[in-house]
Every structure is written in C-alpha cells, then in structure tokens.
C-alpha cells in the first residue's frame, strides 16, 4: 500500500464532498524540557477548529522527578490555584478530582524522551489558559494561553 496515498485520500475525499482543507486537524507541538517551559506560550484557533497537541519532553531526569503534560481549562480558571489543589493528586496526573471538570483537554505525563498527544476541539471565542500541572511547574511558567477567535 503507498503510504502518500492513505493520507491523501481523506482529503481528496473530503475536498470532493464539497468541504475543505481547513476541516483537518492541525498538528501543534509543544517541547517541554527540565527548564519548566513549554516552547511557546500562545496558541491561536478558529472556533471549531481541530487541534492535536502533542508534547515532546526532552531532558535528562527521571521521570518520577520530571515530567509534563498538557491540560487546557475552561476560561476564567487560574492556573496557579489549579496547580496547587492537584499536588497531592499523583494518580490522577496532580489535577484534583474536584476541580476535574475544568479540564477541556488534557494529555498524561510524560518523562524525558516520551512524546504524548490529545485532540481537541477549539472551543467558542476567548482566552483558554493551559499549563503542565507537575507540581512546582506553573509556578516557574509552564502555562499558555489558547486564543480562539
């Protein structure tokens, strides 16, 4: 089977269906490394527009001491605060039961050398905050902004 052509052939199906490019997903990487940052801190979307995060961790540390994720909140939600009620919430990826339907998004942890992804749907216009939840990471800046307009 050539391998251009299972990829073509969705969009050539789509096009002829009358829809469009534009109803693809697109691909945003993030790069995460021991330094607490993710490598950009904006992402711009139309509303509905599909979206496949995928962060790549690099680094050098374990991953029980280091690792990072990506979780996309409802507007109006602070990070920081966010951050600190899922600390002691290991299993559940440091995000707090409680506080789970805040979450739009979000990936599972990932240590140096793992890459993980999740698809999202850009929500309706506004500002969306998303941050790595490991503990001490919002703290030194790992936090971003989805713009949707």
Do not use: W
Request: proline share 8%; charged share 15%.
């Amino acid at each position: 089977m050539n391998p251009l052509r299972s990829v073509a052939a969705p969009l050539l199906l789509t096009l002829a269906l009358g829809g469009s490019a534009a109803a693809q997903t697109r691909t945003v990487e993030l790069v995460a490394t021991d330094n607490m940052r993710f490598s950009t801190s904006s992402i711009e979307a139309r509303p509905g527009e599909s979206l496949r995060i995928v962060v790549r961790t690099t680094g050098q540390m374990p991953k029980i001491a280091m690792a990072h994720n990506f979780v996309l909140l409802q507007p109006g939600t602070d990070p920081g605060s966010f951050a600190n009620e899922g600390a002691m919430h290991r299993a559940a990826d440091f995000i707090a039961p409680g506080l789970a339907g805040r979450v739009i998004a979000k990936t599972p942890m990932a240590g140096a050398g793992e890459t993980v992804e999740v698809t999202v749907t850009a929500p309706g216009p506004g500002s969306y905050p998303f941050l790595c939840t490991f503990p001490g990471h919002t703290v030194a800046g790992m936090t971003g902004t989805l713009v949707v307009r």
